[in-house]
Structure formats: structure tokens, C-alpha cells
């Protein structure tokens, strides 16, 4: 059975500095994608970028990029220059390619950036 | 573009009432979902719709739980005799497709709350 693991529930971070949030996940499936999203205190789930299990190179989406690492089975989230705009829960989901390839979900991170 | 619209925003009921909550996807996605967050499950997968059928009700916790999805657009979760573990936000997304590396976007959600 798939399963994300975010061992992070809460990180602090200084404006302007880069964070790292953690995320690790566990898959019988070769085939499957990962994805970060974004929740801010309104709610939204806002997608962020994606990684595929088959991808030679790390995702990158401005100043989010993946540091995927995939015989650790870890997909970790880097955010560089932090902004106050970024406190948000951050939630890590993976995908697989068999069945409905719904989402499972990490319990998420909840990111608080300090001016 | 218009992305994924959810309504009623928030819905309170008392216990043993029916709700019917409405998710509008992209136009064009074929693939839907709901999901579940509450505070001690986090984020749940409930039911997947392709086109208009259901392969997958895996996630609906009861009978009570049903969705339909109709034109291929529109689907509607409807719980029956609530109960005040219902209490939770009910979220719909949808893909363009069902492949792994499709993200699936994210509607603001339905606050569901059972008095």
C-alpha cells in the first residue's frame, strides 16, 4: 500500500532564508508521480510542482524545486528565499499508476515564516 | 481559466439531515475526485469518477456516502441522516486525465459542519 510520511508537523523559518521540508514515501508501484501542494489559512489546495518516478532530473517551478532522491525514497520540498507569503501548510502527496490513482496524502507541514 | 468550483463554501446542518454538496471541475478533465480533511484523518480519498462512472467508492466511510457525476461534469456528494462525524471539509478535485503524472487541481472546499 502507498504511504507519505512528513515527519515535520510544524517549521520556523527566518524571511529571505531557504527551508527544506521533508517528505518520504513508500510504493510497491515503479510508476508514480509525487506532488507538493500548498494550503493557506483560506483553505485552497494549491499545486505546486511535480516530480515523476521516472524523471532524470529534479523538478524545479521557480522558487520551489524537488530534491528528489529515489533509492532514499524521499521527495523533499526546497523553497528558496523564503517570503512572509509562504506560511502555509504544506502537504506532500503521491500518485501511483495502478487503480484510481488517487492521491494519499502526508499529514503535512505547517510552515510559519518569521519577518 | 474558471478552475474547480465547490458550493455550498460552508454548510451547517443538524444531526440526521441530508446535504448535498456540488463540485463544477475544469472543463475538460475527465478524471474527479473527492477528498475528506478533518483534523484527526487528515486528508482522505472518498470516491473517483471517469467520465460518468465510479470504478473506485473505496474511500466512502458508509452507506450514507454517495455521489453521482452527470455530462461528465458535474458530480454531487450527498450524505444521508448526518452524523456529527461528518463534520469536516469536503474537497473535489479534478485532471485532465488518469495518469500518474496529472496533478489534479483542487476546488476551495465545502466546511461541512453538523451541529
Known amino acids: 500500500a502507498q504511504k507519505i510520511t512528513q515527519t515535520q508537523p510544524g517549521m520556523f523559518v527566518q524571511e529571505k532564508e531557504a527551508v527544506t521540508l521533508d517528505c518520504t514515501y513508500d510504493?510497491?508501484?515503479?510508476?508514480?508521480?509525487l506532488f507538493w501542494y500548498k494550503q493557506p489559512s483560506s483553505g485552497e489546495m494549491i499545486f505546486l510542482i511535480y516530480?515523476?518516478?521516472?524523471?532524470?532530473q529534479n523538478a524545479t517551478e521557480g522558487r520551489y524545486s524537488l530534491n528528489f532522491q529515489k533509492a532514499r525514497k524521499s521527495a523533499n520540498l526546497v523553497i528558496s528565499a523564503s517570503q512572509l507569503g509562504d506560511s502555509a501548510m504544506y502537504f506532500c502527496?503521491?500518485?501511483?499508476?495502478?487503480?484510481?490513482?488517487?492521491?494519499?496524502f502526508g499529514q503535512g507541514t505547517r510552515l510559519t515564516i518569521n519577518p | 481559466g474558471a478552475g474547480v468550483s465547490q458550493s455550498p463554501s460552508n454548510k451547517v446542518t443538524e444531526k440526521g439531515k441530508d446535504v448535498e454538496l456540488r463540485c463544477d471541475p475544469i472543463?475538460?478533465?475527465?478524471?474527479l475526485y473527492w477528498y475528506r480533511q478533518s483534523l484527526g484523518q487528515g486528508l482522505e480519498f472518498l470516491i473517483y469518477?471517469?467520465?460518468?462512472?465510479?470504478?473506485?467508492k473505496s474511500g466512502l466511510p458508509s452507506d450514507r456516502f454517495s455521489a453521482e457525476r452527470t455530462g461528465g461534469s458535474v458530480s454531487t456528494l450527498t450524505i444521508q441522516r448526518t452524523q456529527q462525524e461528518d463534520s469536516a471539509v469536503y474537497l473535489c478535485?479534478?485532471?485532465?486525465?488518469?495518469?500518474?503524472?496529472?496533478?489534479?487541481?483542487f476546488g476551495d472546499g465545502t466546511r461541512l459542519s453538523i451541529l
Open positions: 472543463s475538460g478533465h475527465t478524471a
Open positions: 510504493t510497491s508501484d515503479p510508476s508514480y508521480g
Open positions: 516530480q515523476g518516478s521516472y524523471d532524470q
Open positions: 502527496a503521491m500518485r501511483e499508476d495502478q487503480g484510481a490513482q488517487k492521491l494519499v
Open positions: 478535485a479534478s485532471s485532465l486525465a488518469r495518469q500518474f503524472n496529472q496533478p489534479q487541481h
Open positions: 469518477f471517469q467520465g460518468n462512472s465510479a470504478p473506485d
